[in-house]
């Protein structure tokens, strides 16, 4: 087996771990930024919230249906923004949607974990709708709460 085909059977298992057993899936107790989206093309649909406490994102948790592919994918960035100041989530985010497309991002300081296993996304324009909604999510709850 090639490497190119290692990483890819590696990738696919972390997707579907973070499919099976996803992080932060649930809803966060008291008050939170709470965004719905959905992706109208393939019925996903994912309720975001976050709690955002001095400028950083101190909690994030997430529900709905969806793919494995939109549902790894808000697993990871769950488990990615907390802690993050919001300016530092919303540049992870660019980074995300620049792999996503296919770009040369950089990468800067972050160290990007599971969410490399998405790279491969980027090959099936149908599926990127699908990584990148919960992180639109993100961004949107983040602008509407006029935390930045």
């Known amino acids: 087996?090639?490497?190119?085909?290692?990483?890819?059977?590696l990738?696919?298992?972390?997707?579907?771990?973070?499919?099976?057993?996803?992080?932060?899936?649930?809803?966060?107790?008291?008050?939170s930024l709470t965004?719905?989206?959905?992706?109208?093309t393939c019925g996903d649909r994912i309720q975001l919230q976050m709690k955002v406490e001095d400028g950083k994102i101190s909690d994030a948790k997430f529900t709905g249906?969806?793919?494995?592919?939109?549902l790894s994918s808000a697993s990871m960035m769950t488990q990615a923004v907390k802690g993050l100041p919001v300016e530092d989530a919303l540049k992870l985010?660019?980074?995300?949607?620049?792999i996503m497309l296919g770009k040369d991002a950089d990468y800067g300081d972050f160290?990007?974990?599971?969410?490399e296993a998405l790279q491969g996304v980027?090959?099936?324009?149908?599926?990127?709708?699908?990584?990148t909604l919960a992180w639109k999510?993100?961004?949107k709850g983040i602008k509407e709460d006029g935390q930045v």
């Not at 249906?65 to 939109?70: A, K, L, T, V």
């Not at 985010?93 to 620049?98: A, L, Y």
Request: net charge negative; aromatic share 6%.
């Open 1 to 9: 087996m090639s490497l190119g085909n290692q990483l890819d059977t």
């Open 65 to 70: 249906e969806g793919c494995s592919i939109s």
């Open 93 to 98: 985010s660019e980074i995300f949607s620049d």
């Open 122 to 131: 980027a090959k099936f324009p149908a599926r990127i709708k699908c990584a």
């Open 137 to 139: 999510a993100m961004e």
């Open 111 to 115: 160290d990007l974990g599971d969410i």
């Open 35 to 40: 965004v719905n989206m959905n992706n109208p």
């Open 11 to 31: 990738y696919r298992q972390v997707i579907m771990d973070h499919y099976k057993n996803p992080r932060n899936r649930g809803e966060l107790d008291g008050d």
